[in-house]
């Protein structure tokens, strides 16, 4: 360091790589340095920078890598790298394939992160083909510095060995894509042609073949599953699909996970099957000033067949209006034809409408005709030849007059109302006799009485015996029963006056009673064959009790005599409730 202050390196050939840098401790003096002087320190700090004095060097002459045959195109073989002791842009390098047996199959780069030669894939890989690979790759500084030439040439080379392993592939067809014809009318069964599959591996495995039938979901087609023939299995039609697509499996015997894949394209060749039509749905309109000569419409044709000479159409009329008076037809000789008038004065009144058969002929072998109808319509024009109206004139039939059809309107709605009623009468229901027990009507007399708060019932009747009042028959008793219950009326029989001379209300209640004895005397009458009355119970227990038999503990005021009259079936209530003289109908 010199005494003003400058610091100089005091050896040469400084290495970074070596050390990096320094510290130094500064001092200076006053005084000139002599005694009694003061003096200060300082520290200073010496960083080397880097120059590319480093050539790149391989750690290894020699690398070996293995891969899968089945491996990807694109993909990262191997990853090398070469050291180098700078830093910076003076540590970048390139890197190349200088020879070897793989150029064309491998390509390498650098990764600028991490300055590592990449080998990458460029081509598929074949163990059958090709079973290893040989490289001689170079590393080479990208920023040579020419003062430092001296060190040495800045680049390092090494050797690299690609080694290929054997995996099971699926089969490989020899053609992947594959054309074939057939024609429209082959029959059922007709071979179109073959594809041909192997086994890529040593192993060669037998091929079997078949049809992804989502590419012929209607099934035209069979393939031979040994031969890999191609065979039609239905009728083909080429106006319904002209080429077919197929995508054909060769699957592995002895692997059935190996599938290969290959597309056969199956083109159907025409025939002439299909006869010309009109183009469109023609609307001829002819004005009834149109004068002889005239063309009315000019007619095309179409096929849904394809010729490879192309298309060539014949009109004419057909043979039975070939001669008519009204119109011909001229050929134009290009697919088209035109309609001309053979006189004039058309009048929809005589004629609203005329139809013309035209033949249309194709120049297939063999050749297809056609019959269509072309229809004029006959139409009232303003004098630029537009129409106006067209269609029948609406006039009065000339054989049934208007009283004539008015009548026979006349009689169809009559016929139409007769028709109605028969159904209507037929729907209804007819209403079933006053008899018919099952669907009676019953009148209740209702009696309402006071019973404490009980229910409210009715006193129902058998109204079919009620109906009956026009006879007065004779009780009929039952032999096992002495029946008890009198009558309000006696009469002898011999004496018993006539229905005419009894009191209306007296032969009714007589009725009446005899059918309630009956139905007394009768233990298996139903209950509404029976009279019953319900009479007042009283308020209610004081001790709020609601059952009937701790009334008999108390008092009653209640008579139940009349319970005695009620029949057999209330002899049980009767005894219970009723007096104990004994004096009742059935003690």
């Known amino acids: ?56 060097r391989f750690t290894h002459k020699n690398y070996q890598y293995t891969v899968p045959e089945s491996l990807p195109v694109k993909s990262v073989v191997a ?24 150029p ?85 069964g007709t071979s179109i042609g073959r594809v041909s599959a192997h086994d890529p591996d040593t192993t060669n495995s037998p091929i079997r073949y078949s049809i992804d039938r989502n590419t012929d979901l209607e099934r035209f087609f069979n393939v031979d599953a040994l031969s890999g023939v191609i065979s039609t299995a239905k009728a083909l039609d080429r106006e319904v699909n002209s080429v077919h697509n197929l995508t054909i499996f060769a699957i592995e015997s002895k692997d059935p996970a190996q599938i290969g894949k290959g597309i056969t394209l199956i083109t159907v060749l025409d025939i002439n099957d299909n006869a010309p039509v009109f183009a469109i749905d023609y609307e001829t309109l002819l004005c009834e000033n149109t004068m002889p000569g005239q063309v009315i419409q000019t007619i095309s044709a179409v096929d849904k067949d394809e010729p490879l000479s192309g298309h060539r159409f014949y009109f004419a009329l057909d043979a039975p209006v070939a001669g008519n008076l009204n119109f011909t037809l001229r050929d134009n000789k290009d697919n088209t034809a035109s309609i001309l008038t053979k006189r004039g004065g058309f009048k929809r009144r005589e004629q609203p409408v005329y139809r013309l058969p035209v033949l249309i002929v194709d120049s297939g072998s063999p050749a297809l005709s056609s019959t269509n109808t072309l229809s004029v319509r006959v139409c009232d024009c303003d004098s630029d030849g537009v129409a106006l109206s067209c269609g029948a004139v609406a006039y009065t039939a000339t054989g049934l007059s208007t009283g004539a059809l008015l009548a026979i309107l006349g009689c169809i709605i009559t016929l139409l109302v007769m028709v109605l009623l028969i159904v209507t009468m037929r729907r209804r229901r007819k209403e079933p006799l006053i008899l018919e ?151």
Do not use: C
Request: without cysteine; hydrophobic residues 35%; glycine residues 6%.
């Open 104 to 188: 064309g199959m491998f390509n390498i780069t650098t990764d600028e992160d991490t300055q590592d030669g990449v080998i990458i894939l460029l081509k598929p890989l074949d163990f059958e083909t090709k079973s290893s690979f040989s490289l001689r790759i170079e590393a080479t500084n990208r920023n040579i510095d020419s003062n430092f030439l001296s060190l040495g040439p800045f680049s390092d080379t090494t050797s690299v060995k690609v080694t290929v392993e054997d995996v099971n592939e699926p089969p490989l067809f020899s053609t992947p894509l594959s054309r074939m014809v057939v024609s429209e009318d082959a029959r059922v």
């Open 437 to 587: 027990e099952e669907r009676d009507i019953r009148e209740n007399i209702v009696r309402y009485d006071d019973e404490g708060g009980g229910e409210e019932d009715t006193e129902a009747f058998d109204m079919v015996t009620l109906r009956n009042l026009n006879v007065i028959r004779d009780p009929s008793v039952r032999r096992d029963v002495t029946p008890d219950t009198p009558t309000f009326f006696h009469y002898p029989t011999a004496s018993r006056p006539p229905y005419k001379s009894l009191p209306d209300n007296v032969v009714f209640r007589e009725f009446i009673w005899e059918r309630l004895k009956d139905a007394d005397v009768d233990p298996s009458a139903p209950p509404y064959d029976s009279l019953q009355t319900y009479a007042f119970e009283g308020s209610g227990s004081v001790a709020e009790s609601l059952s009937s038999l701790e009334s008999l503990s108390t008092d009653s005021d209640q008579n139940y005599d009349y319970l005695s009259n009620w029949g057999p079936r209330f002899k049980k209530l009767a005894d219970l409730y009723g007096n104990s003289d004994g004096n009742g109908v059935f003690s």
């Open 79 to 102: 990853r090398i790298k070469a050291a180098d002791a700078d830093i910076g842009s003076n540590a970048e390098m390139d890197y190349r394939i200088m020879d070897g047996d793989g």
């Open 1 to 56: 360091m010199s005494p003003l202050g400058v610091i100089r390196t005091a050896l040469p050939n400084m290495d970074r790589e070596t050390k990096d840098q320094y510290v130094l401790v500064i001092q200076a003096k006053d005084m000139v340095g002599q005694m009694g002087g003061l003096s200060g320190t300082t520290s200073v700090t010496v960083t080397l920078t880097d120059v590319n004095d480093n050539p790149p």
